[in-house]
Every structure is written in C-alpha cells, then in structure tokens.
C-alpha cells in the first residue's frame, strides 16, 4: 500500500472516531422512563433534631445495673446504645442515693471532687458494703484510696489499652485483637481519638494498661464488693464507632476483626453479672443461635441484575433468605449504562418472588453521595436527575432524592412494600442519613463497616451522626466483602475464621458479594453457608433488623423473694426466639401467662414467641 492510501485510511479513521466522540459528548444522557410512574407524591419533612433525655432511659428495678450520670451533658448516649446492644438492663439516674440502693453502679463521665461530699461517701460505700463501683474518669474527691491508686493524671496521648493476662483469660479474651484495644493511630495523627486518664500507683491492681504501662482499668476488691476505676470516657469512645467518626482507630477497614467496643461491652456485663446476684441478660442472636449472618448483595452493575437471580435461587435452595441492594439506575453515565428498564424489571420482581429481601441502593451510586446536599424532599420521578460525571463528580443528586426516589421506584417497579433497609454506593455516608432514613420510613442501614465502627454487633443510630438525638434507625455494618484482594474466592478460610472468633460472642456477620459474577463469588457462598448453616442464624437486614429493634426496647427486671426469682419482660413488640442468659443454679419453674412457649437450658431460657409483658419464675439453689 501506497503512503497516500495510508494517509487517507488514517485520517478516515480519525474522523470516525472524532464524530462518534462528539456524538457521544452531545447528545442528551439517556434515560429510561417507565410509562405512566411517577411519584413519590408525598413530600418529605426532616423534622430538626431532639435530644434524647436521660429520663427515657431511668426507672425499673433493683436488679439493673445503675448509671450515675454526674453531667447531664456528657455523651452518656454511647454508653446506653452499648449497654442495649450487649443486652446489659440499665438505668440511669442522677440521684446518687437512688443509684446506690443498686448493687452494681456505673459513675459516668466522671467521679470528682465537684461532686457533694455525702455523694463521695455514699459512693465509698458501695464496694465496703458488698457492692460493686465501676468509675469512669476517676479523678480523686477523696476517692483515690477506695478504688487504689495514689493520682489520676490526664497524660499524653495513649493509642493502647492491653488487658494483662490473668486478665484477658478471666474475660475470655483470647485474640490479640480482644487482648489489645485500639484507642488510635498514632500513624495518622499525634492525638488520641478518646482522652485517657492513667492511674498511678495502682500497679497490683491493673487489669487493663497503655503501652506506656500506666494503669487504664483497675479493681480493687474490698471485703466481697469491688472497686473499678476506668481511664477512658466509654461513651464517647463508643459514640466514636457508633457515629462513625472514629477517624481510624479501627486497626482495618473491613475483613478484619475488630472488636474494641464489644470487649469493653463484655467486660461491662462480665462486671454487672459477677456483682448482681439476679443478673438475666438478653441474648445477642435470634434463637441463641452462636451468630447472625446476613448475606447481602449490591445490585450497581448491569450484569448483576440477571446474575442476582441465581445467588437467589442457591439462597432459596439452602432456605436462606439474602438482602439484595438495587441500585435504581434509570440514566447511563460515567459508571454503567440504565439497569432498571422494562425488560429487566422482571429479574426484581423475581427476587421478591423467591423471598429475598430487596433495599435499596440510591439511584446514582456516586462516590461523592456524603457530600450531595439535603434536597427538598420534593424530589420526583422521572424529574429527579443525578448524573455521574466522574469518579468524583455528580450533578443533581440529593440525599433525599437518592433515598426517596429508589425507594419509590423499588415498590412501585419491584412491587414491594415497604422497602425498610438502605446500603449507599460505596459506603459513601452522609452526616443527614440517619434522619432522612427516619423521615422517608426506612428502618435499617447497612452504610458502614463493622470494622471502622469498632464493634461486629448492630447498634441504634444518631441524629447527624452525633452526640444528643438517637433515631430509631438500627445499623447492620458489613463484616465481609468482595473487593478486597485476593479475590473472595481464595478467603474462605480467612472469613470463616473471622466468623468463629465473631461467633465466640454472639455478634452479627454481614457479608457482602456483589452479583456482577458468579464464578469464585458464587463458590464463596456456597463454602460459606454450607460451613456456618449448622451454628448460625441466617436471615435478612429486615429480619435481623425488626429482631433487634424489638429486642431493643425490652425491660427485665428481677423480684426475688425467699427462694422464688420473678423475671419481668417488657416486650412492647412481638418478638421469637429472644433468649435470657440466668445465673447459675437458677431452676426455671413457671410462667405467666402459663402457656407461654419456651425452650429451657442450662444457661437460661429461650422464649419461643411472646409479646407484652411475661413473667418467668425461677427457683434458686439452696446455699
Ligand atoms: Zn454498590
């Protein structure tokens, strides 16, 4: 061939090339409308924040475990969410003579001299008398000698707390993870997320130390009462992970273990079961099964919609119910082509048909999802018009558009009502999700990971991801998932190991296999649910989700007379498979009402099904 003929095949092919790309820059992004849809019609109203009093969270019996709240102000709303979620009955009061008519009191934020000398000398008393006293921010008033050490000194940062061998071994901490908490990264930053107090002086009586040796959590007994004192603020430090603000403390991102606040929690409820002799805490796990598992899926890619259907019909074959997480993409742009059309929208509806649980997963999926504005709460389909320009650019969208929208599109296409959980693209989090998921009737998140929120147990989360307002909305956060390397495949034995030591507590694993492939993804969950189906519990966010919350708002209260103990349930919403952990030498006896369902073990008991209030009657050893 000629260099003339070369020269014109050449510039030829540029020209089509130039035309397609102006083509494609020109012509308007293409949108998907369904014929007839359009909604929703109602509006959405984010009413402003309303601070939680402490008072919702006081009265009930002599059996619970006290809180003293000694500043009213103090983010004591992190100790409450622990407490729940570790299934501890609690009450909080700031009358320090009604809290030590208790048998296990928690003095929070702080015990100093600020507080009124009869005060200081009641709160002596309790361990003298048999009692157990767990401060927190132990900062003298005189009480130095009682919990055994010589000062209290706020000292530079601490990025450890090690509990000490006998220690660790007493509270069951056997991974080195468990053995060692993260308080921060001194990698990341020369502060400490949490500010600590070390006790000096108070060698013998360490539990827990800070890499630099001072004493972080100190017991001291006292005839049979106990005296702790805590170096950190637990309830900020807990608000931290809850609020996901824990500016990387978690020690990995996801697929690792991370259970900083769940050992703080269970050494709490380890403390409040050795000093109450009536102590009945809730199980963690429906059925008393030894974890929740959740199989979730995000649908954000166009092959994974039909792809969805055969992780469904493997789930539906093992009678697994999994979440599916659809993205209600109806324009293309930067990330994928439209997914939801009219002649995909039968691949949704089958999910529903199967029994699977569908969510949803914003209309945009763009990374920069925290940082869209709030919208109006007017946004509409087919109006409402997020566009995806780059990785991190989008125009249109709106947090309220993204939640409101897909979930209007995902029951009116889908033909489900009403959808309850909520996943963003990327974990891509908002300050305003907690309250704009309340406000447009979503009831479970699954926005974050287990391991950045320090805990692989649910909790409830906060208004704006702060300090004062809770929200009825729980969050679900995702242990495992599919895009780290190597691919998922290979990391069954690694994530079936972090389910076991997860396991050990009773904590929730939530997995996350995106549908864009079967192949290794696929065989991963039939390696995984085939290894956990025999201990686990397994079921949807939905299901865990209105599991949890009802287990939430319970109340046990115990009354004992002579050898007769009365557990008291409040169950304000029906509930199956809630189990109560007793102290040991409890002989379960009776039940009112009398036909109340229940399974009997050793531990405790596990009521079948019940709602309102219960009574269960137990018979304690003679000693
Ligand atoms: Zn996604």
Known sequence: MGLRAKLIIAFG???????????????????YVFAGVA?????TIVPPPVDTPWRKYSGGGKSRLAILLTDEHAPWLGLAHGLKSIGVPFTITTDYAEAVTHRVVLVYPRISGLLPGEALKALAAVPRDGGTLIGVNVLGGGLEEVFGFASA????????????????????????????????????SAQAVVGSYGYLGAEQYALARYEDGQAAITERSIGAGKAYAVGIDLGFYMLQGYNNREESVGRSYDNGFEPSIDVLLRLLRSLYRAGEGDAVTLGTVPFDRALSVVLSHDIDYTRSLPNSVAYAEFEKSQGVR??????????????????????????????????????????????????????????????????????????????????RVSKFLIETIGGY?????????????????????????????????????????PFQLDYNRENTAETPIYEFPVTIEDEELPPMGERLPQALDLAHKISRYGGTVVVLIHPDILGQKFHFEQGFVAALKPEAWFGTIGELGAWWAARDAATVDVANSGRDRAVTLTLPQRISGLGLSVPSGWTYRASDPADLKLAVAESGVLIAEAQGTVTLHFTIAQR
């Open 417 to 457: 009502a009403p959808v309850i959980s909520f996943r963003p693209g990327e974990l891509s989090n908002p300050f305003a999700l907690p309250q704009v998921l309340e406000a447009t009737g979503y009831r479970y998140s699954s926005s974050v990971t287990a391991n950045s929120s320090l805990t692989h147990l």
């Open 153 to 188: 000194q706020p000292s530079r940062p601490h990025f450890e707390l090690r509990f000490d061998v006998k220690a660790a071994q007493r509270f069951g901490l056997v991974d080195p993870h468990e053995q060692v908490l993260s308080l921060g990264n001194r990698a990341k």
């Open 39 to 43: 909604g929703p019609d109602t509006p």
């Open 322 to 403: 999994a979440t599916y997480f659809m993205q209600t993409k109806y324009l293309r742009d930067f990330n994928d082509d439209v997914i939801l059309r009219g002649d995909t929208a039968h691949y949704l509806r089958q999910l529903g048909e199967m029994g699977m649980e569908v969510g949803s997963h914003t209309v945009a999926h763009s990374r920069v999802f925290k940082y869209f504005p709030l919208g109006t709460g007017e946004e509409r389909y087919p109006d409402y018009r997020p566009f995806v320009r780059d990785r991190d650019t989008a125009v249109g969208g709106t947090v309220l558009g993204e939640v």
């Open 13 to 31: 092919v540029l020209a089509i090339a130039g035309a397609a790309l102006a083509y494609r820059m020109t012509r308007p992004p293409e949108i």
